[in-house]
């Protein structure tokens, strides 16, 4: 059995107030709640939790502290690794070498892009959509000349042959 002390309660409270994250204040409550004296079935009904994990929380906050419960777990999703001045230096030596006609590979990309950010990526799907933040796409070179006539029209044409 866990025991939760007035101090504790206060400190919770105390960060109920100061914290805007709505899950953070509900699992907050449920340990206040707790050591007030509620039953983990009331605390149920008030949070909308499992009785069961009011328990786990009650648990987690004696062994861990009310640190576990501020703290967010989540990492953040800008992880871009260069600025717009370095994309667009990055970008420009493949664009002129497009320009040129050669074929840009997107290994060949990739690589560079590794190089460049000092960060080994396991797949494509970061350059991707770094190229696509800058407006890349994917540009095959057609299988035929985009004059040539149909297969229709050239036979019809060597029909019209004399020989």
């Given amino acids: ?13 105390a960060e109920m107030e100061k914290t ?16 007030q004296g509620y039953a983990n079935d ?3 009904k008030i949070t909308g ?21 501020i703290t967010d777990g989540r990492k953040g999703g800008n992880n871009r690794h260069m600025n717009e001045l370095e994309a667009n230096e990055f970008l420009k030596r493949f ?6 006609g050669q074929v840009v590979t997107l290994d060949e990309m990739a690589k560079a ?7 080994t990526h ?8 770094f190229l696509h933040r800058h407006d890349w796409r994917k540009i095959m070179p057609k299988k035929q000349h985009p004059g040539k006539a149909s297969d229709e029209v050239i036979e019809a044409s060597k029909k019209l042959t004399v020989n």
């Fill in 49 to 69: 939790y499992n009785s069961n994990y009011i328990g786990e929380l009650c648990k987690k906050f004696v062994t861990i502290g009310i640190s576990e419960f």
């Fill in 113 to 119: 892009y590794d190089e460049a950010t000092g960060v």
């Fill in 95 to 100: 664009a002129e070498k497009a320009e040129k």
């Fill in 1 to 13: 059995m866990y025991k939760i002390t007035h101090e504790d309660i206060n400190a919770i409270n």
């Fill in 20 to 35: 805007k994250d709505a899950k953070t204040f509900v699992k907050l409550q449920a340990v206040s709640l707790r050591g």
């Fill in 122 to 129: 396991k797949s494509l799907s970061s350059l991707y959509y």
């Fill in 42 to 44: 009331e605390i149920a």
